[in-house]
């Protein structure tokens, strides 16, 4: 099992930035997929942004491309959510989310396919 810590989360104005941190420990040996998803009040958790093992693909949700990137410099350290020009809309808990093993690009979308989660860290931007 992995253990994810997120940070970086905050306050901030519309237009803003943040940075998004998300640390696995447990299994340092492993690489692992990782991903952002994120959970608004009254609302479903979607996805947001994910990397590959490799680092190579890096699928994102529409609704961020563009404004957001993640980022890692390799399978065991930390993986980043650079997030621009953010909207009120933003706002959300963001959760940070592992997968083991090998699968495909689109996978990467679907939270049902990563094997351990962190704890969340809330975005919240005003207008």
């Known amino acids: 099992q992995v253990q994810l810590v997120e940070s970086g989360g905050g306050l901030v104005q519309a237009g803003g930035s943040l940075i998004l941190s998300c640390t696995p420990s447990g299994r340092p040996d492993n690489n692992y997929a990782m991903g952002w998803f994120r959970q608004a009040p009254g609302k479903e958790r979607e996805f947001v942004a994910a990397i590959s093992i490799s680092g190579n693909d890096t699928p994102y949700a529409d609704s961020v491309k563009g404004r957001f990137t993640i980022s890692r410099a390799n399978g065991k350290n930390p993986v980043y959510l650079q997030m621009n020009s953010l909207k009120p809309e933003d706002t959300a808990v963001y959760y940070c989310?592992?997968?083991?093993?090998?699968?495909?690009?689109?996978?990467?979308?679907?939270?049902?396919?990563?094997?351990?989660w962190g704890q969340g860290t809330q975005v919240t931007v005003s207008s």
């Open positions: 989310a592992a997968r083991r093993g090998p699968g495909s690009v689109r996978s990467l979308r679907i939270e049902s396919t990563y094997d351990d």
